[in-house]
Nanobody
């Protein structure tokens, strides 16, 4: 059974911050590049940020300089720190490992709403 649980979403004003968390089972966390994805209203799902097992990161152009992905190996948890939030960041955010084996998996996600 897949164990990935997103949390930390909410309603925030533009310019505010939120930190999303994703708790994963150890076997998922330890061996995979991990990613945050999002799907905004009327938009396609997109990758937001990824982090490898050796902490190399990649960000979508739309969030560079505002979002930071990180991982805590002791807690089997990874995070998405979101600063300077914009209304266009409003979306359901999902976490999961990167890779073809995870292509069809999507958890419940966590809703982030940014008001103008």
């Amino acid at each position: 059974q897949v164990q990935l649980v997103e949390s930390g979403g909410g309603l925030v004003q533009a310019g505010g911050s939120l930190r999303l968390s994703c708790a994963a089972s150890a076997n998922i966390f330890k061996f995979n590049t991990l990613g945050w994805y999002r799907q905004g209203p009327g938009k396609q799902r997109e990758v937001v940020a990824t982090i490898t097992t050796d902490n190399s990161t990649i960000y979508a152009d739309s969030v560079k300089g505002r979002f930071t992905i990180s991982r805590d190996n002791a807690k089997n948890t990874f995070y998405l720190q979101m600063n300077s939030l914009k209304p266009e960041d409003t979306a359901v955010y999902y976490c999961k490992p990167v890779g073809i084996l995870w292509q069809t998996y999507w958890g419940q996600g966590t809703q982030v709403t940014v008001s103008s």
